[in-house]
């Protein structure tokens, strides 16, 4: 591998500088993805051809100079595989036409194997993409977790209050768990598949572990994330991020996991402080810093290095949202790149 530099910090090494890739790099910040989108029927195209899926996942590395590359796809890949189909529906995001309400509709879902065979274009498409990157940068694998994922199973969509979830965690627990479980299972066939196909590491998306209560996440989503970071650690280093978790952060470092993902709420000293200056930790700018001028970008992202220290993959602290001007992300990788430890 030409620039191992992401792989080195994942498993505990000290390095010049941090490794720099950004959540949603291959998207609409690039005026590249968006040529390719605007030729195509959607979203869904994009992820299930395995060359297209592949060039987009490569156009960040060759635009931004990131350390990384992120496999193009989506954490709503496993509903599908397990049996709920989501459509994107322009401008508005996910929508599940069909959502999970009862036992039965639990039974009939795939779970395991047999919901990863349905994902044979994602590893097409990991297997592609590390051909093509050809040991320039990691490629990342990733997953929602289980919990997250129960959410858009359950609601449908994106949601406020997640009403519908927690009501089936609070009615049914039982079902809650019984699904989670399945999820769990998929999720780690399809893990183990993708770190067959060439994902070097793997990162868990909890995007909605912050609207739980700290015994609702010890509960419903914790132990699960668990689970799946102890199938795969033995394969490839194992991020987990669940954004805006604070209560747990501790419970999250002890998981059989390498990385320890922060959204940009959680101040990095408070973090270092439970968590010690040897856990390996990402992020976590606020992704709307990058609307402000360059100079002022630059500034909040050195303070940022410095105060993580080494130990430390830089990134934002949840996507880069899609309207993000191109000059300033690449202020931030640039910023990142020309930082070194030995000089602050
Ligand atoms: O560059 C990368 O990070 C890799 C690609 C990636 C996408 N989705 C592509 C995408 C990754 C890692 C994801 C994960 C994902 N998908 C999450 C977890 C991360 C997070 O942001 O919290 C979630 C919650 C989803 C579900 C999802 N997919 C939503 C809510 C949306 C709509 C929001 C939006 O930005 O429009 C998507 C669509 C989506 N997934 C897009 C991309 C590039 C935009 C779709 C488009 O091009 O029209």
Not at 62 to 70: N, S
Request: a negative charge.
């Amino acid at each position: 591998m030409k620039n191992d530099l992401l792989l080195r910090v994942a498993r505990g090494e000290k390095t010049e500088r941090p490794p720099v890739w950004l959540m949603r790099q291959a998207g609409r910040i690039l005026p590249q993805y968006r040529a390719i989108r605007n030729s195509i029927s959607g979203f869904k195209e994009l992820v299930e051809t395995p060359e297209l899926a592949c060039e987009v996942t490569i156009q960040p590395v060759d635009e931004l100079d990131v350390d990384a590359a992120i496999i193009f796809s989506d954490i709503l890949v496993i509903p599908e595989a397990m049996g709920l189909t989501y459509e994107m529906v322009e401008s508005r995001g996910p929508i599940f036409p069909k959502v999970i309400e009862t036992a039965n509709d639990v039974a009939q879902l795939l779970k395991g194997e047999a919901a990863a065979d349905h994902l044979q274009y994602v590893y097409d498409a990991v297997a592609l993409t590390k051909k093509e990157l050809n040991g320039r940068v990691p490629l990342l694998g990733f997953a929602g977790a289980p919990f997250t994922i129960l959410a858009y199973m359950v609601e449908g969509k994106g949601s406020k209050n997640f009403s519908a979830a927690k009501k089936m965690m609070y009615r049914s627990p039982e079902l809650a768990h019984t699904l989670l479980d399945a999820i769990t299972e998929s999720t780690i066939a399809y893990l183990k598949r993708k770190v067959a196909a060439g994902a070097d590491l793997v990162q868990i998306f909890d995007s909605w572990a912050g609207v739980l209560s700290m015994h609702d996440f010890r509960t419903f989503s914790l132990p699960y994330i668990k689970r799946i970071a102890q199938a795969l650690q033995p394969l490839a280093p194992v991020t987990i991020f669940a954004k805006d978790a604070f209560h747990s952060l501790q419970e999250i470092a002890e998981s059989n996991c390498d990385v320890v993902g922060l959204g940009w709420t959680m101040p990095v000293e408070t973090a270092r402080a439970q968590l010690g200056t040897n856990k390996v930790l990402q992020g976590n700018l606020d992704p709307c810093v990058l609307y402000a001028d360059l100079p002022e970008i630059k500034k909040h992202c050195t303070q940022m290095l410095k105060t993580f220290g080494c130990h430390h993959i830089a990134n934002l602290g949840h996507g880069v949202n899609p309207d993000t001007p191109l000059d300033a992300v690449k202020c931030f990788v640039d910023t990142v790149k020309a930082f070194r430890y030995d000089d602050n």
